[in-house]
């Protein structure tokens, strides 16, 4: 070519801005596209925002009074108090307790057994029986918790008092003052929003993309875009720009609906807050190319997507921790964009973690949008070449 | 030829149908996707998840160092639910919890052990990073419980021979060991179904739309109900197949009992699948092309059974109106069904509510696609 180099560069931008024009309008174009791309996202923000809630809370309670004394009725209302545990009625036995739980009415039963009281006033060991579902593990767990931290002070308490009526001296008590950082009232939704957002942009970034060109292969347009002089590298930055400007706005408006709606803090820099964004969308693209490249229709291509989607979602620390998984699938997350997404936004949001505390996740994003990338536009290339 | 007309429709539809297997046949990347994509997901997610947390990172600020404060933390290193990764001094705590190094951090006072031997209160803070809620009430609770053990330890001398006098005893049914797999199968079967019924019949049906090619097949003697039918019945085959293999592997992997009837399941997975096409067919009538058909489809069925339909997060949890909106999920009835089958063998005298749900819903919206798509067509 004998083009002078700022030539071909203005030819560059020519043809980028042409693409970019054209993929904007075909895109606003169909109303109901740009609907799902920016209402969708929203609504499900909010609504799953208010879905999500870890602290398991209000586990539905049957309590079985065999012993109907007036400490077994103050116990009984004293465990139920802090609302952990939540009265769903009481019942004359064990086996009705047992259909209980088996019909999904109760999740617990608390049985007081006959002669508590006596037993209690005559010194003698006593036990209160708890019966648990247990095929949520966690809520059993919360439950079983509430009940034995409330009769664990009851019998300290009770020892103490008998110590002191014996005249022996109370012994040493380890107290733990807990200050919780960052998230003083462990709500859970300002923990939730950047992964509900982070989940939501893979729908509209990788899956978009990945369908999207996939439908000009089945439809045979890329070949005749391709006779034009247009270049294969800003064709492809230009189909994939308008998406990469929807996923920033769609991150804009998710942030500020959370930071209205559900008090996300937003503590830390917005610089570090951006860079993790478009790092994150860069590799999001960059996955919907690859994944458009290996796939010859839209079938094919959206199955693709979701094949991805799915693990990285569900294998992200969003739904259930990362610490609680296996050494090796802790290790598969390195390479899942959206957990590392995720941890940027919350290191930002909520702790104010700057560009030193998070450079691992920055790192990894970085490794994987530039790698997915290069290996998704080589292919493209070759395929179109 | 003088056959019934009933036995001349049926056999539209299975012509139908048969021209629908062999698309899905002819394209075996989608028929192993979706059959190989749901054991993939039951595999990592069996051994992927569980909410129940152990070796929490754990810092030790350490300022009275004596011989009590290190028995402190030989108690919390000792349990296998903390693990004490620093030491560090207590204003090096908050930037490596910044950093997500480690969870939490106690902060012993100078005097700890002085306190302990006047026999009075002996105050430890825990420092705790609340940004995840569900490891920071993990945290709460645990710290709490190795603070009364190590009281207790301490009181020794003074407690011998002294029994508590009030104890709780829990016994757990359905799932004693606690393990989520069982808790965690039932759900993401339901999942997978939800996902590959909706999304290959959303589709499939948007497809036709858009390649020109359904108005053919309205050209042809088979009538507009006989289209439908036809089509979706090798979807609802493939979703039993899944279902199948998803309880099969379940328990053969994960030891998920089946503890209630097999045909109770399969009855269970028809009705919800009869649903799960509708909503299919209706998304692909209304949508008319695949890009629409596929996000209508993520944001409607999938994001759905995830968070609203009690899989992962329980549903007495949210607020009251999402509660009453949980409801219009299918998902929800046969998450809750097929936990009641296989975990607790319940019959059909307990779970008929959620089965007559899913059938509520399947001839609503089976109803409503198909007038949107006679309207369509006339």
Do not use: C
């Amino acid at each position: 070519m004998s083009e002078r180099p700022s030539d071909s560069w203005r030819t560059a931008r020519r043809q980028l801005t042409a693409v970019f024009r054209k993929e904007v309008r075909q895109t606003i174009r169909d109303r109901r596209v740009m609907v799902l791309l920016i209402v969708a996202p929203l609504v499900q923000t909010v609504m799953f925002g208010f879905a999500v809630d870890f602290d398991v809370d209000r586990v539905p309670t049957v309590l079985v009074d065999l012993d109907r004394s007036d400490e077994s009725r103050l116990h009984a209302r004293r465990v139920l108090a802090d609302r952990t545990l939540r009265h769903a009625g009481d019942l004359p036995g064990v086996p009705e307790a047992d259909l209980a739980l088996d019909d999904g009415r109760a999740a617990a039963a608390l049985v007081f057994p006959p002669g508590l009281a006596r037993d209690l006033a005559a010194g003698r060991p006593a036990e209160v029986q708890l019966l648990l579902d247990g095929s949520d593990p966690n809520r059993a767990m919360v439950a079983s918790g509430a009940a034995s931290r409330y009769f664990g002070e009851v019998g300290e308490r009770l020892i103490r008092e008998r110590l002191e009526a014996a005249g022996r001296p109370a012994p040493a008590q380890v107290v733990l003052a807990p200050r919780v950082l960052y998230n003083p009232r462990l709500k859970t939704a300002p923990y939730v929003v950047p992964g509900i957002a982070g989940t939501l942009l893979v729908i509209v970034t990788t899956l978009v993309t990945a369908m999207g060109l996939s439908r000009e292969r089945e439809m045979g347009t890329m070949e005749q875009v391709l006779v034009t002089p247009i270049r294969p590298l800003w064709l492809l930055i230009g189909k994939l720009l308008p998406f990469l400007v929807i996923g920033i706005f769609d991150v804009l408006l998710l942030v500020a609906v959370g930071s209205w709606v559900f008090e996300v803090p937003l503590r830390g820099s917005l610089l570090v807050g951006a860079t993790g964004v478009l790092l994150y969308l860069f590799s999001t693209l960059g996955v919907g190319l690859l994944i458009s490249t290996l796939s010859q229709n839209q079938q094919q291509a959206f199955l693709g997507g979701f094949i991805f989607m799915m693990p990285a979602i569900l294998l992200s620390g969003v739904m259930t921790p990362i610490r609680g998984m296996p050494g090796w699938l802790q290790v598969i997350t390195w390479f899942n964009p959206v957990r590392h997404f995720a941890e940027v936004m919350r290191g930002v949001l909520m702790r104010g973690a700057g560009f030193g505390d998070l450079w691992f996740q920055l790192g990894f994003l970085v490794l994987l949008g530039v790698g997915v990338m290069a290996l998704a536009a080589a292919r493209f290339r070759t395929q179109l070449g | 030829m003088t056959r019934h007309p009933l036995a001349r429709s049926l056999l539209r539809i299975g012509a139908m149908a048969a021209k629908e297997t062999i698309h899905v046949r002819r394209d075996p990347r989608t028929l192993a996707l979706a059959l190989v994509m749901p054991v993939v997901m039951l595999f990592l997610f069996g051994y992927g998840v569980t909410t129940d947390l152990d070796r929490i990172p754990l810092l030790f600020a350490d300022q009275d160092q004596s011989e009590a404060s290190r028995a402190l933390a030989r108690a919390f290193d000792g349990s296998r639910e903390f693990e004490v990764v620093g030491r560090p001094a207590p204003e090096g705590v908050e930037p490596l919890l910044r950093r997500g190094y480690a969870v939490a951090a106690l902060v012993v006072p100078r005097g700890y052990q002085q306190d302990l031997l006047l026999g009075r209160e002996a105050q430890v803070q825990l420092i705790l990073d609340g940004a995840d809620p569900l490891v920071g009430n993990q945290v709460l609770a645990k710290a709490d419980a190795i603070a009364r053990v190590e009281s207790w330890r301490l009181a020794g001398a003074t407690f011998a021979g002294v029994q508590p006098p009030l104890q709780v005893k829990s016994w757990t049914r359905y799932n004693p060991e606690g393990r989520s797999a069982l808790y965690m199968v039932p759900g993401l079967s339901a999942f997978l179904l939800a996902i590959t019924a909706v999304m290959l019949t959303a589709l499939a049906i948007a497809g036709e739309w858009e390649r020109g090619s359904m108005e053919q097949l309205f050209a042809s003697p088979v009538g507009r109900l006989e289209i439908v039918l036809g089509k979706l019945l090798p979807y609802l085959v493939l979703g039993l197949l899944e279902l199948l293999l998803v309880v099969a592997f379940g328990a053969l992997v994960f030891d998920v009992p089946i503890r209630g009837s097999l045909p109770l399941i399969m009855l269970f997975g028809l009705v919800f699948l009869a649903g799960m096409l509708g909503q299919g067919l209706f998304i692909s009538v209304v949508a008319k092309n695949q890009l629409v058909a596929t996000q209508a489809g993520a944001l409607s069925a999938m994001l759905p059974a995830i968070i609203l339909s009690g899989m992962i997060f329980p549903i007495e949890n949210m607020p009251l109106p999402l509660q009453a909106f949980s409801r219009l999920i299918p998902s929800r009835y046969l998450v809750h069904g097929l936990r009641g089958i296989l975990l607790k063998g319940n019959g059909l005298s307990v779970l008929w509510p959620d089965l007559l749900a899913m059938a509520l819903f399947a001839v609503a919206i089976l109803g409503l696609a198909t007038a949107r798509f006679k309207r369509r067509v006339a």
